[in-house]
Structures are given as structure tokens and as C-alpha cells.
């Protein structure tokens, strides 16, 4: 009964690979995002997507490739990792749309070290 | 793009005291004004949030300010306890440089706050 789940919890990796994060929420919300929180706890907008469409991407480099196969999953590819990529990778989700806002719902988080 | 600014960035109170996390925001726009909690190892949650029509919330011992004309908010917590131990997040909506009539939440850099026994 997980509302919004991540896979993996952890990802150890060397520089210049690809990986992806799953995001899957079972909320029935039309937006999903992608948050990254460095080693400062610092929590920063990356992706978001409304009912599969890219509406946020806030100068996050080109590496990293957002995909919504359906309004209930947002994945993350990430190509040639960096040691700087080293980072907590949030996803969250909410009911949300045009002016009024809702609650964002967090997953559980995907730790990722780059070697 | 549009910033909050969040103080202190650590907070130690006894316990049983009040603690107060004061937060700033430049966007004139935004309306919604969300605080998280965040354990250690754990994801942030929402604890309460505040919209700009009302100018104070209360749940228990939690309460949140909002000062529209001064552009700041603040998060109270009466009779602390070690469990309140955690970082706090404030955030505001804020519009998105990405795309016209597009918002993000904007999040200030938190605050460690300790509740000693």
C-alpha cells in the first residue's frame, strides 16, 4: 500500500555509466517530480511531468533523461555519471494543476554514489 | 529564478521549549506556502501548509504565520519533544522560468533543529 515508491533504495556506480531510478505512485496524481538533495541536504526541483509531459526541467544537464511511460510512473536515466551526480534522488507526486496546489508526496528516496 | 531564504539553518531547544523557523520568499506570485519534516535517513513529509488567504494555521503544537505584505512565514512548535528532533523545509510556490503558467515548489535550505532532553 506504498503510495510512492522508488527502486533501488541504493545505487554504487563508476564514473561514465548509465543508470536509471524507477518512480512508481499508486496515488491516482497527474504530476510526478524528480528532486535531487546533496551532501548540504540542499532539495532541488529537477523534473516535472502532468499527465506525461514535461513541464519543469529547471538547467539540469542533458544527461539526465526523465521517461513517463504512464501518468503513474516517472523514471530517471542518468548517462555518463559524474562524481558530482553523488546525490539523494527524491520522487514525488501530487494532485496538482493550474493554480491551486496540493501536498507533494514523497517516495523513499535512491541514494547514489558515483565512484 | 525565484528564492526562499530559511533561518536558522540549526536550532538547538530544550525540551518542552518553542522553537521558531522564520522563512522569506521574493516571488509576489506565490500562494502556497507548504513545510516538510525530514528524519534522518527518512523522506520529507508534509507536517502543514498555509495558503495566502488566511494569515495563521494551528494543528496541535504546530502553527504557521504568513506575512503577504512582507513576503515571510514562520513555523512555531510549542512544548517541543525529542521526537520533533529533524530538519525542517520551508517552500513556496514559486513560478518556473521553464514554461509560461508553470510552478515549482521553491525550497529553502532547512534547518536542523535538536530537542534536548
Known amino acids: 500500500d506504498t503510495a510512492v515508491s522508488q527502486t533501488p533504495k541504493y545505487l554504487v556506480t563508476q564514473m561514465g555509466n548509465d543508470k536509471s531510478i524507477k518512480c512508481e505512485q499508486n496515488l491516482g496524481h497527474d504530476t510526478m517530480y524528480w528532486y535531487k538533495q546533496d551532501s548540504k541536504k540542499f532539495l532541488k526541483i529537477m523534473f516535472s511531468y502532468n499527465n506525461k509531459e514535461l513541464i519543469i526541467n529547471e538547467t539540469v544537464p542533458n544527461r539526465f533523461s526523465p521517461k513517463s511511460p504512464d501518468k503513474a510512473h516517472l523514471n530517471l536515466h542518468i548517462n555518463s555519471l559524474e562524481l558530482g551526480d553523488s546525490a539523494v534522488y527524491f520522487c514525488?507526486?501530487?494532485?496538482?494543476?493550474?493554480?491551486?496546489?496540493?501536498?507533494?508526496?514523497f517516495g523513499p528516496g535512491t541514494r547514489l554514489t558515483v565512484l | 529564478g525565484e528564492n526562499v531564504e530559511q533561518h536558522p539553518s540549526t536550532l538547538s531547544v530544550q525540551e518542552g521549549d518553542s522553537a521558531v523557523i522564520k522563512c522569506t520568499y521574493s516571488?509576489?506570485?506565490?500562494?502556497?506556502f507548504p513545510w516538510y519534516k525530514q528524519e534522518l535517513g527518512k523522506r520529507p513529509q508534509l507536517i502543514i501548509d498555509i495558503r495566502s488567504n488566511v494569515g495563521e494555521k494551528k494543528d496541535q503544537r504546530i502553527a504557521v504565520t504568513l506575512n503577504k505584505t512582507a513576503k515571510h512565514f514562520s513555523l512555531h512548535i510549542t512544548e517541543t519533544q525529542p521526537e520533533d528532533s529533524a530538519v525542517y523545509f520551508c517552500a513556496a510556490k514559486t513560478r518556473s522560468y521553464s514554461g509560461a503558467g508553470s510552478y515549482q515548489l521553491t525550497f529553502g535550505k532547512g534547518t536542523k533543529l535538536s530537542v534536548i532532553p
Open positions: 516571488d509576489s506570485a506565490s500562494n502556497y
Open positions: 514525488a507526486s501530487s494532485q496538482d494543476g493550474g493554480t491551486v496546489t496540493y501536498e507533494q508526496f
